[in-house]
């Protein structure tokens, strides 16, 4: 059973205080909804702060990026070693960073390398943008890349997030059925490079225009295991709704 997971991307919004207002505001109820993977990914600023305010919560922290060397001369990053003192979890390769900040798909191997040494779980986030999509290139882009992954990283425990890149912060979502179909050609594919023990146990996110009203639609499907929530992890009414219609349909009756 893959237990299911949704995690806030709070990208670069709030400030030290307003992230600190969100979590004391998120925390009580969170820690009532059970049979859900809860994780917060607020600024690397916050970070610590959120630390204290979840002293003893089952909600889990996670950053969004990370460099891979462990220090140095690399003025302005922020390594593994650091992160792994603050939290459990870090996004890696989201398109905004291989968007806005070229990242490449060997750096995010690199990154992903990094963080599994330490032992933060990567949440490594796929997906094609609007004209790949258009030109079906779709499986060829997925495929480009997952290529890297290694057998050892899903043995570790990394989550993948599809994230088409056209459904981003545009309000204009996948339908469930083609998420379920896309995240369904993710884990044939993963059995073909490493078989289908680790393909049946990786947890696949969707993202991209999440909300308390559309998260139904994701969550019923069966290859969906949770969701990666940007926009609407910043309001408290409507995550904890996400969260708790997760935990409602994905119970094992
Ligand atoms: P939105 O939910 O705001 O579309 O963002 C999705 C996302 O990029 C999460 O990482």
Redesign the pocket.
């Known amino acids: 059973m893959r237990i299911p997971m949704i995690a806030g991307?709070w990208k670069m919004n709030t400030t030290v205080a307003e992230a600190a207002a969100l979590v004391k505001e998120m925390r009580p109820e969170l820690d009532r909804i059970d049979n859900v993977d809860k994780v917060i990914c607020p600024p690397f600023v916050s970070l610590a702060a959120a630390k204290e305010l979840l002293k003893g919560s089952s909600v889990k922290l996670g950053a969004q990026n990370l460099y891979f060397e462990e220090k140095g001369a690399y003025t302005g990053e922020i390594s593994p070693l650091m992160l792994a003192e603050l939290c459990q979890l870090v996004?890696i390769g989201?398109?905004?960073r291989r968007q806005y900040f070229h990242e490449t798909a060997e750096l995010v191997d690199k990154k992903v390398q990094a963080a599994l040494k330490v032992g933060l779980k990567p949440i490594l986030?796929v997906g094609e943008t609007p004209r790949e999509n258009e030109a079906g290139k779709t499986e060829e882009v997925l495929s480009r890349q997952l290529s890297l992954t290694s057998k050892q990283a899903y043995h570790t425990g990394l989550v993948l997030?599809y994230?088409p890149i056209w459904?981003?912060?545009?309000g204009k979502a996948a339908t469930g059925e083609q998420a379920n179909q896309t995240i369904g050609f993710i884990r044939r594919h993963i059995a073909k490079q490493h078989g289908q023990e680790i393909a049946q146990s990786v947890r696949i996110l969707y993202?991209?225009?999440?909300t308390a009203d559309n998260i139904a639609e994701f969550i019923k499907q069966p290859e969906i295991d949770g969701a990666?929530?940007?926009?609407?992890s910043l309001k408290t009414s409507q995550f904890l709704s996400i969260v708790k219609q997760t935990s409602e349909i994905k119970r094992v009756k």
Do not use: D, R
Request: charged residues 10%; glycine residues 24%.
């Open positions: 991307n996004i989201h398109s905004e986030c997030a994230e459904a981003i912060g545009t993202g991209g225009s999440v990666l929530v940007g926009g609407a």
